[in-house]
Structure formats: C-alpha cells, structure tokens
C-alpha cells in the first residue's frame, strides 16, 4: 500500500466512528441528533482529528488497510494516551469540570 493509500484507510477509519454513531440515532424511536452535529466546529474539529488519525496511520507505517482503520478509529485514545504520558498536559476529556465558588473569608 502507498502511504496516501495508508492515510485515506486511517482516514476513513476515524470518520467511521461518527458514522456508526450517527446510525444509532437513526435506528432509534425518535431521532434527536446531538446538539454538536448542529455546530459547524464540530466538523472542523472531527475533520482536522480525522487528518491526524490518517497521519497517525503513516506514522506506525501500517501496511494493511484494516490496521491502519483501527488506527484511525482509536485516535482519540491514542492522543489521550500521548497527553498522559507528557505528565502536567491534561488529557482530553468529554465530562464537564466542577468549578468550585470562592467562599469570602471570615475577615472579609
């Protein structure tokens, strides 16, 4: 396989996950899409995370195309992973963080 063979099955991989995603609403009672499907961010960030899983598969120079889908499709795991292991990056993470409100002190 070429390497841009090797990039579009990465790709293809990581765009895949949204796509099955996406099947599972479609596949229920009532369909109601997430609000993020409606933000146009969301498509600059799923497709600039979809071009770094297909680099990804170039870089572990994946030569099957299935490897280099799994690849693609676990990208977020892996970046999470390589965050992790830079030590005081936070990972990326999809819970809302808890902001704790300053109390006043009993000196005011």
Do not use: H
């Amino acid at each position: 396989m070429t390497k841009m063979e090797i990039f579009a099955w990465g790709l293809s991989g990581s765009l895949a996950v949204d796509v099955v995603t996406a099947a599972q609403f479609c596949n229920s009672a009532q369909i109601n899409f997430p609000d993020r499907y409606k933000r146009f961010a969301f498509y600059m960030v799923r497709f600039l995370l979809a071009l770094v899983a297909g680099g990804l598969a170039v870089a572990y120079e994946i030569d099957k195309a299935i490897l280099a889908a799994n690849i693609g499709a676990a990208t977020p795991l892996i970046i999470q992973a390589f965050a992790q292991g830079l030590g005081n990056v936070p990972a990326i993470s999809t819970q809302t963080p808890v902001v704790d409100t300053p109390t006043q002190s009993p000196n005011g």
